[in-house]
């Protein structure tokens, strides 16, 4: 089993300041922040070819737009607060496993 490290972070702009040192992993965004939502940070990321997978999660009803308006930015998923710890941990790990293969696919 590998050793994780979780860091938390007040805001999007104060994780836009680490953003840099940041290499492996995945971002766990709550859709509702203080400052940037998470489908706004998201989105910057993306736009500045930066691709960790990430989950989004939220305490609103999650519909088919809310799925689309995530898959646009390229959230792996959207979990509806509160969520089951053994969810998170899977979606986060399928998350994972599929950036890592995509990694390998374009090395290989």
Known sequence: MHESTVRTYASAESF?????RVRNGCL??????????????????????W??????????????PLREKAAQVGAFSVLEKPIDV???LTTISQA??????????AAG
């Open 86 to 88: 053994d969810v998170l």
């Open 16 to 20: 836009l300041l680490d953003a840099g």
């Open 51 to 64: 691709h960790l997978p990430a989950v989004l999660m939220t305490s609103l009803r999650v519909d088919a």
């Open 96 to 105: 994972v496993f599929q950036q890592r293969s995509k990694r390998d696919t």
């Open 28 to 49: 766990l965004l709550d859709i509702s922040m203080p400052g940037l939502t998470g489908i706004e940070l998201l989105k910057r990321l993306r736009s500045e070819n």
